[in-house]
T-cell receptor, first 113, second 111 residues
Framework: NAGVTQTPKFQVLKTGQSMTLQCAQDMNHEYMSWYRQDPGMGLRLIHYSVGAGITDQGEVPNGYNVSRSTTEDFPLRLLSAAPSQTSVYFC????????????FGPGTRLTVL | DAKTTQPNSMESNEEEPVHLPCNHS???????IHWYRQLPSQGPEYVIHGLTSNVNNRMASLAIAEDRKSSTLILHRATLRDAAVYYC????????????FGEGTQLTVNP
């Protein structure tokens, strides 16, 4: 298993540009989520999904959209990038909701100029 | 969510035991206590979790106080690879899999 994969590893955007961060898992996990981590801080939940076709907002959802058309993929869309969205983004998955062990991807480092 | 208090940083020597404390005095009766760690430039990694009893796995042990207001993650023999930020995260069924990360404890392991 490749586990949780994220692309790209690094990205630089200009203010106002849009882009999609990709996340995929090959473990048939129902639960997937996106976090952001600002320098020196813990992770904050952006959006999550308990299964294909179902998404919900986390702690900091503004400026981001998600969809879950398949079990494997959970892309995160930045609609109009802002410097405040400069951060490292992590995707995570677990077999089902409430499962204690979650698997995190390697992260995407995003800089918005 | 229960609030947690962890030391900002701790140091240990290689091959010595490490005890990482966490206070969670507002924990509810149904909250599990999860520990994750984050190695430099990597995503978080699950370490261990427990409810009331002490727990052991291949990575670590988790000692939970009888009143559940605190817990201690124990690394029995620290290695250089254990240098990471360690997060203590109470979580219950109502929060599902939504994890609330604090700032954690930065563990430095000296050779």
């Amino acid at each position: 298993n490749a586990g949780v994969t994220q692309t790209p590893k690094f990205q630089v955007l200009k203010t106002g540009q849009s882009m999609t961060l990709q996340c995929a898992q090959d473990m048939n996990h129902e639960y997937m989520s996106w976090y952001r981590q600002d320098p020196g801080m813990g992770l904050r939940l952006i959006h999550y999904s308990v299964g294909a076709g179902i998404t919900d907002q986390g702690e900091v959802p503004n400026g981001y959209n998600v969809s879950r058309s398949t079990t494997e993929d959970f892309p995160l869309r930045l609609l109009s990038a802002a410097p405040s969205q400069t951060s490292v983004y992590f995707c995570a998955s677990s077999y089902e909701v409430g499962e204690s062990e979650q698997f995190f991807g390697p992260g995407t480092r995003l800089t918005v100029l | 969510d229960a609030k947690t208090t962890q030391p900002n940083s701790m140091e240990s020597n290689e091959e010595e035991p490490v005890h990482l404390p966490c206070n969670h005095s507002t924990i509810s009766g149904t909250d599990y206590i999860h520990w994750y760690r984050q190695l430099p430039s990597q995503g978080p990694e699950y370490v261990i979790h427990g409810l009331t009893s002490n727990v052991n796995n291949r990575m670590a042990s988790l000692a939970i106080a009888e009143d559940r207001k605190s817990s201690t993650l124990i690394l029995h023999r620290a290695t250089l690879r254990d240098a990471a930020v360690y997060y203590c995260i109470p979580s219950d069924e109502t929060s599902g899999s939504r994890l609330t990360f604090g700032e954690g404890t930065q563990l430095t392991v000296n050779p």
